[in-house]
């Protein structure tokens, strides 16, 4: 079975672009959630989704971040506009709800540079 | 507010001894405990978890401990091996929160 899959695997840019990140969570799965890791503060949550709704984004740093899930297949973070302090590794994860043990399914992760 | 806190950002350990990694938590709410290993340039993977109603979790040479009057857990390697060399994640649960919880991570390297 296909996994979590993320796109793309390292993205360079430079600050002020734009960076869209893309996730195609396991088949199935009605939650997604967006992770970044950082050496500071670890794998911190971004925001997730339930059913394709955003149900918590309050991990979102700032407006300059948003996310969206138009269908059961799929989702993207967007970074507009770009700074470096962005710099990291972005982890999409699914699970399915109803599990009572809050295991989830990770990506291999998109890792960005903001030059 | 860290909720999950791992205070030691690496430890070493010699091949077949123990490796024990330790993981802190603030918030008595928490349901479930789970382990997750990350090697380089992949995804963290589910390791072991356990229930807050218990106090062990045995799976082959991973044994995790939880001590909720102290609100601290453990992930015990038995013999440890060179493979074991990531970065573990301890993350915590509850119900009604779909959110996993993440500590800072620890790397454990296994000295051959």
């Known amino acids: 079975d296909a996994g979590v899959i993320q796109s793309p695997r390292h993205e360079v840019t430079e600050m002020g672009q734009e960076v869209t990140l893309r996730c195609k969570p396991i088949?199935?799965?009605?939650?997604l959630f967006w992770y970044r890791q950082t050496m500071m503060r670890g794998l911190e949550l971004l925001i997730y989704?339930?059913?394709?709704?955003?149900?918590?984004d309050s991990g979102m740093p700032e407006d300059r971040f948003s996310a969206k899930m138009p269908n059961a297949s799929f989702s993207t973070l967007k970074i507009q506009p770009s700074e470096p302090r962005d710099s990291a590794v972005y982890f999409c994860?699914?699970?399915?709800?109803?599990?009572?043990?809050?295991?989830?399914?990770f990506g291999e992760g998109s890792r960005l540079t903001v030059l | 507010d860290q909720q999950v806190k791992q205070n030691s950002p690496s430890l070493s350990v010699q091949e077949g001894r123990i490796s024990i990694l330790n993981c802190d938590y603030t918030?008595?709410?928490?349901?479930?405990f789970l382990w997750y290993k990350k090697y380089p340039a992949e995804g963290p993977t589910f390791l072991i978890s356990?229930?807050?109603?218990?106090d062990k979790n045995e799976d082959g040479r991973f044994t995790v401990f939880l001590n909720k009057s102290a609100k601290h857990l453990s992930l015990h390697i038995v013999p440890s091996q060179p493979g074991d060399s990531a970065v573990y994640f301890c993350?915590?649960?509850?119900?009604?929160?779909?959110?996993?919880?993440f500590g800072t991570g620890t790397r454990l390297t296994i000295i051959p």
């Open positions: 088949s199935g799965h009605n939650s």
């Open positions: 994860a699914s699970s399915y709800r109803d599990r009572d043990t809050g295991e989830l399914f």
């Open positions: 356990i229930s807050s109603i218990k």
């Open positions: 989704f339930n059913n394709n709704v955003p149900i918590d």
């Open positions: 918030n008595s709410m928490f349901d479930y």
């Open positions: 993350a915590a649960y509850y119900f009604g929160n779909e959110k996993l919880t």
